[in-house]
């Protein structure tokens, strides 16, 4: 017998998986280039792109990119033709990129003061070749009673990331929560709608499930309760392209439970 809770996970399953598969979703995204790594600011073709380099001048400039095109580089700057120099700052996301290239989508953004740019390719090889997410079952005893500990203060470790390199990650507090009569706590940060967001392993990664997951909760009740459901834990922008910087779990943060709840791996 389907329940409404397992009629809800599968409405949001098959939700996450039209968003991943849009067509400016996590698999279109086929380059991350930071400025500082460029000697020229030229980007130049890449693997897993249409194997054309992407057009203009890109240096940063004070608090932000100037994007240097001529008429031939085909670039447009708020859907008209670019010519000149232009000051970019960090675009919210690929539908509020300013600067396109065709149907490629140039993505500006800034990670600890480093400038970057993203290039997200509707035509991907990721995107063609993506046929679904593969999931655990539902299964209501992974949807577990938590309460949240905030710190006080934020506090900020370095973690390392999916590209090699180490950055910051912000901590809010511990969520606790029970598994086999057994307390254990992830190590989270507070999201800007009030939720909890956690990066952790456990008894699945690397097995039967990717190598690491996120878990999002909603806001906290006053008195810290909240739900911690893990048949809701998602795989992380990385699993779906490598031009993602994921952070990898804080220490603390490897559960040795396999829970065998979520998203596991991409199809």
């Not at 599968?10 to 698999?27: N, Q, S």
């Not at 973690?159 to 990650?169: F, H, I, P, S, T």
């Not at 507090?173 to 992830?186: I, K, Q, S, W, Y």
Request: charged fraction near 25%; hydrophobic fraction near 35%; glycine fraction near 12%.
């Amino acid at each position: 017998m389907t329940t409404d809770a397992q009629q809800q996970w599968k409405a949001w399953h098959e939700e996450r998986t039209e968003a991943v598969a849009a067509p400016y979703g996590p698999l279109s995204l086929t380059g991350t280039f930071w400025l500082a790594d460029l000697a020229d600011g030229r980007i130049p073709a890449f693997p897993g792109d249409r194997g054309e380099a992407v057009p203009g001048h890109w240096t940063r400039t004070g608090d932000g990119v100037l994007l240097t095109a001529a008429a031939e580089d085909g670039l447009t700057v708020d859907g008209r033709p670019a010519e000149g120099e232009y000051r970019l700052t960090a675009d919210g996301g690929p539908a509020a990129a300013r600067v396109a290239h065709g149907t490629r989508r140039l993505l500006v953004m800034c990670r600890e003061d480093l400038w970057a740019l993203r290039v997200y390719d509707p035509e991907s090889a990721a995107r063609r070749e993506f046929t679904g997410i593969g999931v655990f079952d539902h299964d209501p005893r992974w949807s577990l009673p938590g309460r949240y500990r905030p710190y006080g203060r934020d506090r900020r470790i370095t973690v390392e990331n999916a590209d090699g390199r180490e950055r910051g990650l912000g901590l809010s507090g511990e969520l606790a929560f029970d598994v086999d009569g057994e307390e254990r706590t992830l190590r989270v940060a507070a999201e800007p709608g009030g939720g909890l967001w956690a990066v952790f392993a456990d008894g699945t990664s690397g097995r039967s499930g990717y190598r690491f997951r996120f878990l999002h909760t909603p806001p906290p009740a006053p008195d810290g309760r909240v739900t911690v459901d893990f048949n809701r834990a998602v795989l992380p922008p990385c699993a779906f392209a490598d031009a993602f910087i994921c952070p990898f779990p804080p220490p603390g943060n490897t559960l040795t439970a396999e829970v065998a709840a979520g998203e596991r791996a991409v199809l």
